[in-house]
């Protein structure tokens, strides 16, 4: 397990394509993150990588995802959660800790975790 909450800062939280419905077990959704670094405000989030293919959320803490909770009640970001893609990479779960690590915008895709 690791921590991707480097320096990066919240700037910017967009809402996904569908907030009415939020999203059920098992489906996808998207979240767009914009950082900046004079913010101070962390990404926050510990992440399994041990299946090798997706970050696998195991605790959400202050910071970028917890403020993205806070604002969209319907499409929490939740322990078990798997974020599958960021910024149109997929399918390695270093990559995509390298991606959280240094880019500023984030397009996520996060399947949520099965009941």
């Known amino acids: 397990m690791i921590s991707v909450n480097s320096e990066e800062v919240v700037k910017d939280i967009s809402v996904p394509a569908n907030p009415a419905g939020g999203a059920r077990p098992g489906e996808e959704f998207y979240v767009k993150i914009v950082k900046d670094q004079q913010n101070g405000t962390r990404l926050g989030i510990d992440v399994d990588l041990t299946d090798g293919v997706a970050l696998v959320v195991d605790q959400v803490n202050p910071g970028l995802i917890q403020e993205w909770n806070e604002a969209n009640p319907l499409y929490l970001i939740s322990k078990f959660d ?21 880019q500023d915008t984030l397009a996520m895709t996060i399947v949520k975790a099965r009941a």
Do not use: H, Y
């Open 82 to 102: 798997r974020i599958i893609a960021i910024n149109g990479s997929r399918g390695n779960a270093n990559d995509l800790t390298e991606v959280c690590k240094t």
